[in-house]
């Protein structure tokens, strides 16, 4: 499979790749066929222990509460989707065409529960050892970040690729107003999407304020998709 090369692992058991890549709507057409909602479940306790081991030996001299917060930021939606990004995910999970027009292939949170799918999948295919290995070597440059404080999460390129799906919309990031000293000033800003104010956010950049209002939106359109969906 194509998927195997951008992962550089080959499966013994491929089925257990294709369960890990199939969405619940598609299996939902097709009878009896396995779906990746329990390998997510078994691939969330599989990262947690692999990056919990990860920092406990690599970080000595953090207490306990300060290595709570550092695994949080590591394991997250976001940082998921930005593994996901770098397989091109979206592309091979099998998925109902229902999903794939209401924007599924670009979805932050399908595409974070399929990279819990795939580490499962490593996991039953090729053991504990295998599979730590291999969330090391795709979580290394994010746990990088988190510890130098440096993780500002990708939201705006995820708000622009699920907006953007279905033709060009206007998204525009604007600065409400900065408050503090210089070398503390914390800066409010908005995302205007057609003319309308759909996300706010605050933060100590320009940048990141735009990101947290990128979230802001993002929360927002999910909750209508589902609202309406």
């Known amino acids: 499979m194509e998927f195997e090369k951008i992962i550089g692992r080959p499966f013994q058991n491929g089925m257990l790749l294709e369960t890990a890549l199939t969405h619940s709507s598609y299996a939902n057409q097709h009878k009896n066929m396995n779906y990746n909602e329990k390998l ?7 990262l947690q222990l692999a990056i919990t081991e990860k920092i406990y ?6 207490t306990e509460g300060e290595l709570t917060k550092l695994r949080a930021l590591i394991v997250c939606e976001a940082s998921l989707h930005l593994v996901a990004k770098k397989w091109m995910l979206g592309k091979h999970i099998r998925m109902s065409k229902g999903e794939e027009i209401t924007g599924g292939r670009q979805r932050p949170a399908l595409l974070a529960d399929a ?3 795939v580490i499962a999948a490593v996991y039953l295919d ?4 295998a599979a730590k290995a291999f969330v090391i070597e795709n979580f290394q440059d994010i746990i990088d970040m988190a510890n130098k404080n440096e993780i500002v999460l990708d939201y705006k390129t995820s708000l622009q690729e699920i907006l953007q799906e279905n033709g060009e919309i206007e998204i525009k990031y604007e600065m409400i107003r ?3 000293p210089p070398h503390r000033r914390k800066f409010y800003s908005k995302v205007v999407i057609d003319n309308l104010t759909m996300g706010k956010g605050e933060g100590y950049s320009k940048k990141e304020s735009e990101q947290l209002a990128a979230k802001d939106a993002l929360e927002k359109y999910v909750k209508a998709e589902v609202h309406h969906g």
Do not use: H, P, R, S
């Open 178 to 180: 900065y408050e503090g």
């Open 126 to 129: 090729q053991g504990m050892e």
């Open 40 to 46: 997510e479940f078994l691939g969330d306790a599989v």
């Open 115 to 117: 990279v819990e799918a």
């Open 57 to 62: 030996k690599e970080f000595q001299e953090k």
